[in-house]
């Protein structure tokens, strides 16, 4: 079975440019979560999504939006990027929406390098 | 808020060292404690998850413990093999709230040496 899949892989823009991330979770799993790890951190929470519905979202700015499709699959923007938002995103997976019940399962991560 | 911290931030050993890795926590009201693994440029691959009803958790050479009223945790690894060499990151989630985001700590870049 396939895990959580992230697409691209790398990533370059320059500032002020727009990015679009893709996720596609486990087989079966409704939930989706994204975070941002910039180098020498650890990750920080952005979002979770699940049934299409924002059900969190992290201490981020507006720049950053998602979205969940009915394949549960996900897209997360970042707008007007700025060198900071140079980083590895991590999207991970869940089968409910109770991130304390259900395990997450993390994907490779797209890494963004915003020049 | 939260805080995770993990130290030291990097680690080198001797292939065949039994090592502990540390985490400290500033909430004790966590609902479970999870120990994650990431090589360089990947993702994370979760290693052991502790309830925080339970006190440790085992996985072949690793074992995982929890002192919850402390706000600690400790990562065994036994006897340790060059391919163990990567980041280990602890993360913790809080005890209440559907939404319940993992806190994670910087992680502890371990290198075992052959």
């Known amino acids: 079975d396939a895990g959580v899949t992230q697409s691209p892989t790398h990533l370059i823009k320059t500032r002020g440019q727009h990015v679009t991330l893709r996720c596609s979770p486990i087989s079966g799993h409704k939930s989706v979560s994204w975070y941002q790890q910039v180098l020498g951190q650890g990750p920080q929470f952005i979002f979770q999504y699940y049934e299409k519905e924002e059900r969190g979202r992290g201490n ?13 699959s996900s897209e997360l923007n970042v707008n007007a990027l700025l060198l900071g938002d140079s980083a590895l995103y991590l999207c991970a997976s869940s089968l409910g929406p109770h991130l304390a019940k259900n395990i997450q399962y993390f994907g490779a991560g797209t890494r963004l390098s915003v020049l | 808020k939260q805080e995770v911290t993990q130290i030291p931030a990097a680690l080198s050993v001797p292939e065949g060292e039994n090592l502990v890795l540390n985490c400290s926590f500033t ?22 998850l502790i309830q925080s009803s339970q006190r440790e958790q085992t996985s072949g050479r690793l074992n995982a413990s929890l002192d919850k009223s402390s706000g600690r945790s400790t990562l065994y690894i036994a006897a340790s093999q060059p ?19 993992l806190t994670f700590g910087k992680g502890i870049t371990l290198s075992v040496r052959p």
């Open chain 1, 60 to 72: 981020f700015p507006d720049r950053f939006s998602a979205r969940q499709f009915p394949n549960y």
């Open chain 2, 27 to 48: 909430d004790s009201a966590i609902y479970n404690l999870q120990w994650f693994r990431q090589d360089p440029g990947k993702g994370l691959t979760s290693l052991l």
């Open chain 2, 83 to 101: 391919g163990d060499s990567a980041t280990y990151l602890c993360a913790v989630r809080r005890e209440t709230g559907a939404n319940s985001k």
